[in-house]
């Protein structure tokens, strides 16, 4: 066993010390070198932007794999650790690709002849195995377009380029909260974003729409991103953030242009389940509790970012208490909006009763994201009218861990 840990190192450690002067195109190569000295064979598949197929970085790895239906898909929305065996009789596994909690891919192993595929060391080893290669993924991906390329099946628009460089990741997780967000259509999305980060005990969340479906409205948003970004890092709280974002768009947006974003902002205490939130004329979230709609926070404490001068009165921040395994669904009108080819709503109805039915079915908050905004483009036959975003807040102790693999 100790010989056995050892080659392990050797095979992390080779990784490691290689990639620092590597690009990412160079990784599959280090990957493969140091993945040798155990007996696998290992091939990366990374996740599209919208989320429906699985795509090898090189060629050679075959076919892309199609979430629904293939066990890596199976691997990827269950966050599990599959088993298949090759025509050669040797073990295989397909492995999550795990950024923290945002799924990346997956990563197809072979094993050695005669090797356990349910060794629970092997398949920690695996599994860190997957977790190291997700690092450098990302790493790698803010200074080469090989990953970016590899994630599109179709070519962004300007306004999506700029967004996707905006966001925060996807999905992530800590011993108290859950965060996912989902965003269609991923390729011409302009107008619509999110943002979130968790410090000192609290996190804080946002949901931007800004009017239109253009490279204007996608500057908007990056506008009330920013400054509501740089807001909160300066220690603002809700009020003073939205008004540095009112007079950010004011005093950036073109000279005989009109310009303005919905926003809800909102601050969750870790420790409490004090939700504190300030509505400026977006779409009320949902409170979930135990795959039921409890509550719809439909108070509008002012109007949109950037028309802030439209009333001298304080905006009202409205306090909610949660109580564990809640679930916070926010929204852009692009969802509940969205209109089928027969003119019916895809509505708010709707939506709540999709996310209970994943939620009781136990699938991740990730999964349950992906699933109802494939069933909104569905709803759609595949052609959105309007930009479709969903952010999920869970305050939990639980939750988390159905976000990694069980070993």
Same mark, same amino acid.
């Given at each position: ?9 050797? @095979? ?17 190569? !280090? ?6 000295? @155990?007996? /696998?064979?290992?091939?990366?598949? %990374? ?19 199609? !979430? ?29 690709? *795990? ?6 891919? @997956? *990563? ?13 060391? /092997? ?22 377009? *090989? ?14 380029? /700029? ?15 859950? !965060? ?34 253009? %490279?204007?409205?996608?500057?908007? &948003?990056? !506008?009330?991103?920013?400054? #509501? ?27 005989? #242009? ?6 809800? %902002? ?5 420790? &409490? ?12 979230? @949902? ?23 439209? #009333? ?23 969802? &509940? ?13 709707? *939506? ?43 305050? &939990? ?11």
């Amino acid at each position: 066993m100790l010989g056995e840990d050892r080659s392990w190192q050797s @095979v992390f450690a080779g990784i490691v010390n290689r990639s620092h002067l590597a690009t990412a195109d160079d990784l599959p190569g !280090i990957v493969d070198e140091a993945t040798a000295r @155990v007996g /696998l064979a290992v091939e990366l598949y %990374l996740v599209d932007l919208g989320q429906r197929e699985l795509h090898p970085v090189r060629p050679r790895g075959g076919p892309s794999l199609s !979430i629904g239906s293939t066990l890596a898909g199976r691997a990827f929305a269950r966050l599990e650790l599959a088993v298949a065996t090759a025509e050669d009789g040797r073990a295989q596994l397909w492995v999550p690709v *795990l950024d923290g909690t945002e799924r990346l891919g @997956v *990563l197809h192993v072979t094993l050695p002849a005669g090797a356990d595929p349910q060794d629970r060391a /092997l398949r920690g080893h695996c599994w860190a195995l997957a977790g190291q290669i997700a690092h450098l993924v990302v790493s790698k991906q803010l200074y080469s377009d *090989l990953f970016h390329r590899v994630r599109r099946t179709r070519p962004l628009s300007v306004a999506s380029e /700029l967004l996707w460089q905006l966001l925060p990741p996807a999905v992530f997780a800590t011993d108290r909260v859950v !965060i996912a967000a989902a965003m269609e259509p991923y390729d011409r999305v302009g107008g619509d974003g999110f943002d979130y980060a968790v410090d000192d005990g609290r996190a804080y969340v946002a949901i931007f729409d800004a009017m239109g479906h253009d %490279l204007h409205a996608g500057l908007t &948003t990056s !506008i009330a991103l920013a400054a #509501t970004r740089n807001a909160r890092r300066a220690g603002a709280d809700l009020v003073a953030t939205a008004a540095l974002a009112d007079d950010t768009i004011v005093t950036h947006r073109p000279p005989g #242009t009109f310009a303005f974003a919905t926003a809800l %902002l909102a601050n969750l205490d870790l420790d &409490t389940g004090e939700l504190c939130y300030l509505n400026a004329g977006h779409p009320p979230p @949902v409170v979930l509790r135990e795959g039921r709609v409890v509550r719809l926070l439909d108070t509008v404490g002012r109007p949109p970012l950037g028309l802030g001068q439209l #009333t001298p009165a304080e905006p009202t921040v409205l306090r909610e208490q949660l109580q564990p395994g809640d679930r916070v669904l926010f929204h852009t009108d692009g969802v &509940t909006e969205a209109r089928s080819p027969r003119g019916e709503q895809f509505g708010l109805d709707r *939506l709540a009763d999709l996310t209970q039915r994943h939620e009781a079915a136990g699938l991740p908050a990730p999964e349950t994201l992906r699933r109802v905004v494939r069933a909104v483009l569905d709803h759609q036959e595949g052609r959105l009218q309007d930009d479709a975003t969903l952010l999920m807040v869970e305050w &939990t102790t639980t939750d988390q861990l159905t976000l990694l693999p069980a070993l």
